[in-house]
């Protein structure tokens, strides 16, 4: 495997940067009430994804109630909304709705790719404890329409995350720290106007759906001439 990855070029999948900035947009109109009708509702705590093992909802869910606490405790008037495509009998979906009742938790189930698009309007800090992800397209999206997530380190965010990313961290005290200070600087604060435009640039630069499609293109092209060339050099017709 490391001998096939040395040889290869590594291309993104890539995310879908249309409806994404439009989300994006959004997002800016919920966040500055002369942009848009709705006002100011904000800041929200967010979960996007499964409530599968692997994403670790058992470990970001109780800091998320804390980070809840800490929040309330300080005067920030906050939601935690839940956006997951289990259904709505899923015994995860019952064990989350009954382990934070008291949270004021807003979860919605059932939730496919076109409602996940819609929810993410709302949400502005998430947390990630996911140990693996084949991909972790969620994340990015989420990133990508302008929230900023706390990360856990992990493999797949070492490789997938920019190294000036600066929110991660081991500790989970750290974490819960950096979260509460996302929340309370929303939606202007420093680390919101210097983060949010350069995560976004670098998505768009580094995870494009439309850029990673050309740059394959390329790259089949390219192999496929270098196939003619070595194929009419032994003078045979196998290609």
Sequence with gaps: IKKAMDQSVVIANGVDWPRLDEVYERRIERS????????????????????????????????????????DASGLDCRWLVSTNRPQSDSDVAWARESFADMGMELYADVDRTAFFGLMATGDVFMCDSPSESYGVAWLEMLAVGMLGVFAPAWWNKTLLPEWYPFRAESEEQRIQMAVAL????????????????????????????????RLGDLLKEEHEKALIEDASKGTSSI
């Design 32 to 71: 500055h009430p002369l942009l848009g009708d709705g006002g100011q509702e904000g800041p929200n705590l967010f979960w996007g994804g499964r409530l599968a093992n692997q994403k670790k909802p058992r470990v970001t869910f109780p800091l998320m109630a804390r980070v809840m606490m800490a929040g």
């Design 183 to 214: 929340l309370k600087q929303w939606p202007d604060g420093e680390l919101w106007t210097k983060y949010v435009p350069m995560v976004r640039e670098w998505i768009r630069d580094e995870h494009n759906e439309q850029t990673a499609g050309a």
